[in-house]
């Protein structure tokens, strides 16, 4: 198995580009999140989704767009970047809500 | 709206030493309590409380969780350089729309000189 991927590993942008960060899972997990995490902030929910065409907000939604068609694929979108974005995003996934989430490799995003 | 609470912020100890990491927590319907340590990647899993009063063990490190107190510590015996990391606390929420969703903490940074 392989786990959690997420792809790209880094990424730099300028301001008003648009980009959609992967995230993938082998394990059948039904719940997948992505998290944003900032110096001194911990991790912050972004999206979520409890099962294929279902998805809701988490705590700093705004400026991301999420979708989830397969069980196995969870893709992040930024639609306009600002440098506010600029962070390290991490994919998580677990068997059930609220249970041991694995996590993806993280990718870091820079925005110019 | 969900709350979790590290402390120290930080913390610097020699190999050798005992440390206790503390969380405490705000939920509105708690599910369960997980501790996670991040070193230069991504969060592994540590463990995960969901009783009062019962530890939890892997080698030096321990856990236990009190319900009624909205608390957590983790504990670590005879640390060891590879321990340095950042520790992260999560509780998650059981109630309603929120179900399931993890809040953290903003972790605990701890640092193990030889």
């Known amino acids: 198995n392989a786990g959690v991927t997420q792809t790209p590993k880094f990424q730099v942008l300028k301001t008003g580009q648009s980009m959609t960060l992967q995230c993938a899972q082998d394990?059948?997990?039904?719940?997948m999140s992505w998290y944003r995490q900032d110096p001194g902030m911990g991790l912050r929910l972004i999206h979520y989704?409890?099962?294929?065409?279902?998805?809701d907000q988490g705590e700093v939604p705004n400026g991301y767009n999420v979708s989830r068609s397969t069980t196995e694929d969870f893709p992040l979108r930024l639609l306009l970047a600002a440098p506010s974005q600029t962070s390290v995003y991490f994919c998580?996934?677990?068997?059930?809500?609220?249970?041991?989430?694995?996590f993806g490799p993280g990718t870091r995003l820079t925005v110019l | 709206e969900d709350k979790v609470v590290q402390s120290p912020l930080s913390l610097v100890v020699h190999e050798g030493d005992t440390v206790t990491l503390n969380c405490s927590y705000e939920?509105?319907?708690?599910?369960?309590l997980l501790w996670y340590k991040q070193e230069k990647k991504a969060p592994t899993f540590l463990f995960m409380l969901?009783?009062?009063?019962i530890e939890k063990k892997s080698g030096r490190l321990s856990s236990i969780l009190d319900k009624k107190e909205l608390f957590s510590i983790l504990n670590i015996t005879a640390t060891q350089t590879g321990d340095s990391a950042v520790y992260l606390c999560?509780?998650?929420?059981?109630?309603?729309?929120?179900?399931?969703?993890?809040?953290f903490g903003q972790g605990t940074i701890l640092t193990v000189h030889p």
């Open positions: 394990m059948n997990h039904e719940y």
């Open positions: 999560a509780v998650s929420n059981a109630g309603g729309t929120s179900y399931g969703k993890l809040t």
């Open positions: 989704s409890v099962g294929a065409g279902i998805t």
């Open positions: 969901t009783s009062s009063g």
């Open positions: 998580a996934s677990s068997y059930t809500q609220g249970w041991e989430q694995f």
């Open positions: 939920v509105t319907n708690f599910r369960s």
